[in-house]
């Protein structure tokens, strides 16, 4: 893999040049494949890592997986179903309340620039992107679960996985949104247009395939965090959809059955992670299919 | 008309988009709030005592630091060299047609949630550890004077190091996909300059590329230390969570910050405990602000700024 | 002289059923002809007043029992009652916050947790289960016996391998290999170390003075793991290992557990009947908290112990108090027939009496909730 270097010798090179050179090479075929070794170690872990996901999770899919509540402590059988439900409602909600929070932030920094409040609002993104799920999680618990609410329940889950999303969907609209010519705003603004109407019916549209990139990341997030839902949503093993009451999930159901001695919850777990991988990876396929058609 | 919905609009705008600012203040504040009685009661020796006894009430975080700094440090060492070379190998000596696949095949390991890290961890990672790599390195690196501290002690594999390694994994590929962004910004007169003097191509990357990447690199270094910092299920499922003294070994079961919230908040009743463990959320806040910040404006500075063609 | 008692006899038994009060047995008797109360008890299908669901969280310890007790109570009444086990200490914290309906527990509230609820807390027990201590030791196939100076030793990490003298002594017939001891504990606030520890504290004074008793102690060392089912998993996993979980934990999991020496020197197995005689001639605390650990009945089950649910004396939200009452004189009737395949022992007449006292006294605006 090494590039022929044209040493700028004269042909009639002293030995010890050549010597020289030669000890060059070899020390870069060696360090290229260090470098080689580098990389097939992180393809390598990726692989394993899936492998064990499917192999392992295989087994644990059948129709009652996907269908039954759980069977008390130490009995066989049974299914995830209300977890799934519950990862799919925490997601809907979650969603509804961060990706118009999260584009609109993004709005107001892009399109208001000139605002005194735009770099705070941006500034306070990108520090929530980078706090420990955890810490949103006992905010929300401080907030919700022991205050406004005054239970476990769902919506304080969602709420917990809505701050988690709405720097993901900020982010990345933002940077979505600059990519929109300044020309189609200042045409617009020149033939009259309200900044209203130019942020909704131009910019927006255009950069829609972004918006949609957006929300997908971070609907794919917010579907593998544990932490904050332990202190919010609890965890539910009948079939709920009522934002009041506490509600399971996907990752709640893995944690859970991981930890637990019992090896059909493993199996379990290991079907409920495959799950969550499967998902997760179409999400990925999906961003980018709407990335593709962006570029056209 | 229009321009009193054109109000409202921008009114509308700000009002949901100031939200953000607004729940990081909430959090601050609320945060310190809960924290008072501890911050209060123990002050400055929170972070200096191990001894976390919630029966005699005393606390002290000190162990959990330690033990996040341990695993943080773990994970840093052994994701750094795999990350940043799989990044120089992929940026300039990797087939072309590679390339891109490979990378983002690498990058895949970023979407795997969490709490699948930690199953995989507890289930392959850790018997592994436990009846393989710390006997070896008990063997080897353990029989060395200084370091061999490091390797003391009967292998269990739910210890600092099983947490440290599954936050490597974990922290590969931020460190990579920045890395390798960071790479792709040098400017290619770099590389062909050093070439046209006649170096070999790994020379031109070490001598040219790399010192003008390494800011960031360094920033995405720090990225990667933010991760780890506030990771906490993968990492709560293998670190042992037993709160011990500090011992020079990393075969001890330990708490990280993060772990030592998730196991001990829904429980602790007294209203000292309760605080004590906010805290315990209070540093993370404040730690992931500071190191946030630093990592983000190091990228930045290293990405954007650098005009074409500039000589390091 | 005959007749009139048998007279009164009679007519109390009238008096009894008419008021829906049942027997304390194991299997629940219907009541006699008179049309109960839907929202009376015992429980036969869903109050039309009562809430459809509940949360209840706490103790792993029960858990078993308590998700098989809220799968039947389901398919019996349709309510939905969500039984999380995070540990006893978050049983207790989420009951002082409110943030669940009701806890559960198998370390009493202490009296400055009752202080800090702000309001009076019923402690009304639900079954009795035995905390054993389960190894995972590579070759040894036969239960080992315990002394309670070898258990001190070896969670304070005085007594380091299996093969060590002490151990050794009591085990006379088994090869016990030369492997490191490690000790699980609960990483979480937990009941079950409370009763460990309880334990410890009654036997070993240096225990009791470097450790304490509590949900949550320090623990000279060891590895750390949540819930029950956390510390049988990390048993499991670890060669060598030595932790305590409930009975069943041990059984559902095919861990190895061993017998404890009790305070009459014998050394017992946890079971139904071992269990059950700890419990024999306690003298019942008004407010049921009571240790049944380190029993002087010569075949108990030293670390046996009850396992209470919490909740509130007065629930502002009536339907959520029927739901309760209901719910609970279901567990301690009815439910407790489940005990036995669990390996729990259900509660002796003596106590399910004192448990109806309790139930009966939940009272929302200030009314009882369950019909006379």
């Given at each position: 893999?090494?590039?022929?270097?044209?040493?700028?010798?004269?042909?009639?090179?002293?030995?010890?040049?050549?010597?020289?050179?030669?000890?060059?090479?070899?020390?870069?075929?060696?360090?290229?494949?260090?470098?080689?070794?580098?990389?097939?170690?992180?393809?390598?872990?990726?692989?394993?890592?899936?492998?064990?996901?499917?192999?392992?999770?295989?087994?644990?899919?059948?129709?009652?997986?996907?269908?039954?509540?759980?069977?008390?402590?130490?009995?066989?059988?049974?299914?995830?179903?209300?977890?799934?439900?519950?990862t799919?409602?925490?997601?809907?909600?979650?969603?509804?309340?961060?990706?118009?929070?999260?584009?609109?932030?993004?709005?107001?920094?892009?399109?208001?620039?000139?605002?005194?409040?735009a770099?705070?609002?941006?500034?306070a993104?990108?520090?929530?992107?980078?706090?420990?799920?955890?810490?949103?999680?006992?905010?929300?618990?401080?907030?919700?679960?022991?205050?406004?609410?005054?239970?476990y329940?769902?919506?304080?889950?969602?709420?917990?996985?809505?701050?988690?999303?709405?720097?993901?969907?900020?982010?990345?609209?933002?940077?979505?949104?600059?990519?929109?010519?300044?020309?189609l705003?200042?045409?617009?603004?020149?033939?009259?247009?309200?900044?209203?109407?130019?942020?909704?019916?131009?910019?927006?549209?255009?950069?829609?395939?972004?918006?949609?990139?957006?929300?997908?990341?971070?609907?794919?997030?917010?579907?593998?965090?544990t932490?904050?839902?332990?202190?919010?949503?609890?965890?539910?093993?009948?079939?709920?959809?009522?934002?009041?009451?506490?509600?399971?999930?996907?990752?709640?159901?893995?944690?859970?059955?991981?930890?637990?001695?019992?090896d059909?919850?493993?199996?379990?777990?290991?079907?409920?992670?495959?799950?969550?991988?499967?998902?997760?990876?179409?999400?990925?396929?999906?961003?980018r299919?709407?990335?593709?058609?962006?570029?056209? | 008309?229009?321009?009193?919905?054109?109000?409202?609009?921008?009114?509308?705008?700000?009002?949901?988009?100031?939200?953000?600012?607004?729940?990081?203040?909430?959090?601050?504040?609320?945060?310190?709030?809960?924290?008072?009685p501890?911050?209060?009661?123990?002050?400055?020796?929170?972070?200096?005592?191990?001894?976390?006894?919630?029966?005699?009430?005393?606390?002290?975080?000190?162990?959990?630091?330690?033990?996040?700094?341990?695993?943080?440090?773990?994970?840093?060492?052994?994701?750094?060299?795999?990350?940043?070379?799989a990044?120089?190998?992929?940026?300039?000596?990797?087939?072309?047609?590679?390339?891109?696949?490979?990378?983002?095949?690498?990058?895949?390991?970023?979407?795997?949630?969490?709490?699948?890290?930690?199953?995989?961890?507890?289930?392959?990672?850790?018997?592994?550890?436990?009846?393989?790599?710390?006997?070896?390195?008990?063997?080897?690196?353990?029989?060395?004077?200084?370091?061999?501290?490091?390797?003391?002690?009967?292998?269990?594999?739910?210890?600092?190091?099983?947490?440290?390694?599954?936050?490597?994994?974990?922290?590969?590929?931020?460190?990579?996909?920045?890395?390798?962004?960071?790479?792709?910004?040098v400017?290619?007169?770099?590389?062909?300059a050093?070439?046209?003097l006649?170096?070999?191509?790994w020379?031109?990357?070490?001598?040219?590329?790399?010192?003008?990447?390494?800011?960031?690199?360094?920033?995405?270094?720090?990225?990667?230390?933010?991760?780890?910092?506030?990771?906490?299920?993968?990492?709560?499922?293998?670190?042992?969570?037993?709160?011990?003294?500090?011992?020079?070994?990393?075969?001890?079961?330990?708490?990280?910050?993060?772990?030592?919230?998730?196991?001990?908040?829904?429980e602790?009743?007294?209203?000292?405990?309760?605080?004590?463990?906010?805290?315990?959320?209070?540093?993370?806040?404040?730690?992931?602000?500071?190191?946030?910040?630093?990592?983000?404006?190091?990228?930045?500075?290293?990405?954007?700024?650098?005009?074409?063609?500039?000589?390091? | 002289?005959?007749?009139?008692?048998?007279?009164?006899?009679?007519?109390?038994?009238?008096?009894?059923?008419?008021?829906?009060?049942?027997?304390?047995?194991?299997t629940?008797?219907?009541?006699?002809?008179?049309?109960?109360?839907?929202?009376?008890?015992?429980?036969?299908?869903?109050c039309?007043?009562?809430?459809?669901?509940l949360?209840?969280?706490?103790?792993?310890?029960?858990?078993?029992?308590?998700?098989?007790?809220?799968?039947?109570?389901?398919?019996?009444?349709?309510?939905?009652?969500?039984?999380?086990?995070?540990?006893?200490?978050?049983?207790?914290?989420?009951?002082?916050?409110?943030?669940?309906?009701?806890?559960?527990?198998?370390?009493?509230?202490?009296?400055?947790?009752?202080?800090?609820?702000?309001?009076?807390?019923?402690?009304?027990?639900?079954?009795?289960?035995?905390?054993?201590?389960?190894?995972?030791?590579?070759?040894?196939?036969?239960?080992?016996?315990?002394?309670?100076?070898?258990?001190?030793?070896?969670?304070l990490?005085?007594?380091?391998?299996?093969?060590?003298?002490?151990?050794?002594?009591?085990?006379?017939?088994?090869?016990?290999?030369?492997?490191?001891?490690?000790?699980?504990?609960?990483?979480?606030?937990?009941?079950?170390?409370?009763?460990?520890?309880?334990?410890?504290?009654?036997?070993?004074?240096?225990?009791?003075?470097?450790?304490?008793?509590?949900?949550?102690?320090?623990?000279?060392?060891?590895?750390?793991?949540?819930?029950?089912?956390?510390?049988?998993?990390?048993v499991?996993?670890?060669?060598?290992?030595?932790?305590?979980?409930?009975?069943?934990?041990?059984?559902?999991?095919?861990?190895?557990?061993?017998?404890?020496?009790?305070?009459?020197?014998?050394?017992?197995?946890?079971?139904?009947?071992?269990?059950?005689?700890?419990?024999?001639?306690?003298?019942?605390?008004?407010?049921?908290?009571?240790?049944?650990?380190?029993?002087?009945?010569?075949?108990?089950?030293?670390?046996?112990?009850?396992?209470?649910?919490?909740?509130?004396?007065?629930?502002?939200?009536?339907?959520?108090?029927?739901?309760?009452?209901?719910?609970?004189?279901?567990?301690?009737?009815?439910?407790?027939?489940?005990?036995?395949?669990?390996?729990?022992?259900?509660?002796?007449?003596?106590?399910?009496?004192?448990?109806?006292?309790?139930?009966?006294?939940?009272?929302?605006?200030?009314?009882?909730?369950?019909?006379?």
């Amino acid at each position: 893999m090494t590039v022929a270097v044209t040493a700028m010798t004269p042909s009639s090179a002293i030995p010890m040049r050549h010597r020289v050179v030669v000890r060059r090479r070899i020390a870069e075929t060696v360090i290229v494949g260090l470098l080689l070794l580098a990389t097939l170690v992180a393809v390598v872990l990726l692989v394993t890592i899936l492998a064990y996901v499917i192999l392992r999770g295989l087994p644990a899919i059948d129709i009652a997986f996907f269908t039954q509540r759980p069977k008390p402590f130490g009995e066989v059988g049974g299914g995830i179903a209300p977890a799934l439900i519950g990862t799919v409602m925490l997601a809907a909600v979650s969603g509804a309340i961060a990706i118009p929070v999260g584009i609109a932030a993004a709005i107001f920094v892009v399109e208001y620039r000139s605002g005194r409040f735009a770099a705070p609002v941006r500034f306070a993104a990108e520090l929530i992107a980078g706090l420990p799920s955890i810490v949103i999680g006992v905010f929300v618990w401080a907030l919700l679960v022991r205050g406004l609410v005054g239970h476990y329940a769902a919506i304080a889950g969602a709420v917990a996985l809505a701050v988690i999303m709405v720097p993901i969907v900020a982010r990345t609209v933002e940077e979505v949104l600059k990519l929109v010519p300044n020309s189609l705003r200042e045409a617009a603004l020149a033939l009259g247009a309200p900044r209203w109407k130019v942020i909704l019916s131009i910019v927006l549209p255009t950069a829609r395939a972004g918006v949609l990139t957006a929300s997908i990341l971070a609907l794919a997030r917010s579907a593998g965090e544990t932490a904050p839902l332990l202190l919010t949503a609890l965890g539910n093993d009948f079939f709920s959809t009522d934002l009041l009451r506490p509600i399971g999930a996907l990752p709640l159901a893995i944690y859970r059955y991981a930890i637990s001695p019992y090896d059909d919850w493993h199996t379990k777990a290991w079907g409920a992670s495959l799950v969550l991988v499967v998902v997760i990876g179409a999400a990925g396929m999906l961003l980018r299919v709407v990335a593709r058609q962006r570029v056209r | 008309m229009t321009r009193t919905f054109d109000r409202a609009f921008a009114v509308g705008v700000a009002s949901l988009a100031l939200l953000v600012p607004l729940t990081l203040a909430a959090i601050t504040v609320l945060l310190l709030i809960d924290s008072w009685p501890s911050l209060t009661t123990f002050g400055f020796t929170y972070f200096t005592t191990t001894e976390w006894d919630p029966v005699k009430l005393v606390f002290g975080a000190a162990a959990y630091v330690y033990g996040t700094l341990v695993t943080t440090v773990v994970a840093v060492l052994l994701a750094a060299p795999v990350a940043v070379g799989a990044a120089i190998y992929l940026t300039e000596f990797a087939p072309r047609v590679v390339r891109a696949p490979i990378a983002f095949t690498i990058e895949l390991l970023a979407y795997i949630p969490s709490i699948v890290y930690g199953l995989w961890a507890i289930f392959v990672m850790v018997p592994v550890m436990r009846s393989i790599v710390e006997p070896g390195l008990q063997a080897t690196l353990g029989q060395l004077p200084v370091i061999g501290k490091l390797f003391s002690g009967t292998p269990i594999g739910l210890d600092l190091l099983s947490g440290g390694v599954v936050l490597a994994i974990m922290i590969l590929p931020i460190l990579m996909a920045v890395s390798r962004e960071v790479l792709l910004a040098v400017p290619p007169t770099q590389r062909e300059a050093m070439i046209g003097l006649g170096a070999t191509r790994w020379e031109a990357v070490s001598r040219a590329v790399l010192p003008y990447a390494r800011p960031g690199i360094i920033g995405g270094a720090v990225l990667g230390v933010a991760r780890a910092f506030g990771e906490t299920m993968a990492v709560t499922m293998v670190v042992g969570n037993s709160s011990r003294d500090i011992s020079g070994s990393l075969f001890v079961p330990g708490y990280t910050m993060a772990s030592a919230i998730a196991n001990q908040f829904v429980e602790a009743d007294s209203d000292l405990y309760f605080s004590a463990i906010v805290e315990i959320a209070l540093v993370l806040l404040l730690v992931g602000i500071i190191v946030n910040g630093v990592a983000r404006v190091l990228i930045r500075r290293s990405i954007a700024d650098r005009p074409a063609g500039a000589v390091v | 002289m005959k007749k009139p008692l048998i007279t009164s006899i009679l007519a109390f038994a009238t008096v009894l059923t008419a008021c829906g009060g049942s027997t304390p047995a194991a299997t629940g008797a219907p009541s006699g002809g008179v049309t109960a109360d839907p929202c009376g008890v015992p429980v036969k299908g869903k109050c039309p007043t009562e809430a459809s669901g509940l949360t209840g969280a706490g103790a792993t310890f029960p858990a078993p029992i308590y998700t098989k007790w809220v799968d039947e109570y389901n398919k019996l009444t349709g309510i939905q009652i969500n039984y999380q086990a995070i540990g006893s200490g978050g049983g207790i914290k989420s009951l002082t916050d409110k943030t669940v309906d009701y806890g559960a527990t198998d370390g009493p509230m202490s009296d400055q947790q009752l202080t800090d609820a702000k309001a009076p807390v019923l402690h009304i027990p639900m079954v009795m289960g035995g905390v054993v201590p389960t190894y995972n030791i590579p070759g040894a196939t036969v239960p080992l016996k315990f002394t309670p100076d070898v258990l001190a030793g070896i969670f304070l990490q005085q007594i380091t391998r299996w093969n060590d003298a002490k151990i050794v002594a009591q085990n006379a017939g088994v090869t016990l290999p030369d492997t490191a001891i490690t000790t699980v504990h609960r990483s979480d606030g937990s009941g079950t170390t409370y009763v460990w520890t309880d334990y410890l504290a009654k036997v070993s004074p240096e225990w009791k003075t470097k450790a304490g008793f509590a949900n949550s102690v320090n623990w000279p060392g060891g590895v750390g793991a949540s819930g029950n089912a956390g510390v049988a998993g990390a048993v499991k996993n670890t060669p060598g290992a030595i932790g305590y979980v409930e009975l069943i934990y041990a059984i559902q999991n095919k861990l190895g557990y061993g017998s404890v020496q009790n305070a009459k020197g014998k050394f017992v197995e946890a079971n139904l009947d071992s269990v059950t005689k700890a419990a024999d001639g306690i003298t019942l605390a008004p407010d049921l908290r009571v240790s049944i650990t380190n029993s002087e009945n010569a075949d108990a089950y030293p670390i046996s112990s009850f396992t209470w649910t919490l909740t509130y004396t007065e629930i502002s939200d009536k339907s959520k108090a029927q739901a309760i009452a209901r719910y609970f004189w279901w567990s301690t009737h009815e439910g407790q027939a489940f005990a036995k395949d669990l390996g729990y022992a259900p509660l002796p007449a003596a106590v399910v009496a004192k448990a109806e006292e309790k139930i009966r006294s939940i009272t929302s605006g200030g009314q009882s909730v369950l019909p006379k």
